[in-house]
């Protein structure tokens, strides 16, 4: 099992930036990449951002680049994701997720593609 605690959400005004933390435990060397989604009040959970552990390659929601980066840090476990320009819509409680398996571009933003997840952080977006 993995255990996954996010971290860095709260509330900031449009235009602003914030870091989310995911902290992974447990058989971390069975992680073959970890993901974030967000789900908003009312709609789907949707893909953010995703990266393999090994190499590093990313994966973005098109709707998405150029604001957020996801990046890792294998020793601790941990990936990040750095949000900028942040919108209201941006508002959602934004999950950490791990796929133990490759996966192409089609299955990266399925939420079934994954195997563990946290149990989210809430990040707010004022205008």
């Known amino acids: 099992q993995v255990q996954l605690v996010e971290s860095g959400g709260g509330l900031v005004q449009a235009g602003g930036s914030l870091r989310l933390s995911c902290a992974a435990s447990?058989?971390?060397?069975?992680?073959?990449?970890m993901g974030w989604f967000r789900q908003a009040p009312g709609k789907e959970r949707e893909f953010v951002a995703r990266?393999?552990?090994?190499?590093?390659?990313?994966y973005y929601a098109d709707s998405l680049k150029g604001r957020f980066t996801i990046s890792r840090d294998n020793a601790k476990n941990t990936v990040y994701l750095q949000m900028n320009s942040l919108k209201p819509e941006d508002t959602a409680v934004y999950y950490c997720?791990?796929?133990?398996?490759?996966?192409?571009?089609?299955?990266?933003?399925?939420?079934?593609?994954?195997?563990?997840w946290g149990q989210g952080t809430q990040v707010t977006v004022s205008s």
């Open positions: 997720a791990v796929d133990f398996d490759y996966a192409g571009r089609a299955r990266v933003v399925n939420v079934h593609e994954y195997d563990y």
């Open positions: 990266i393999n552990r090994s190499d590093g390659s990313t």
């Open positions: 447990g058989r971390t060397f069975t992680i073959y990449a």
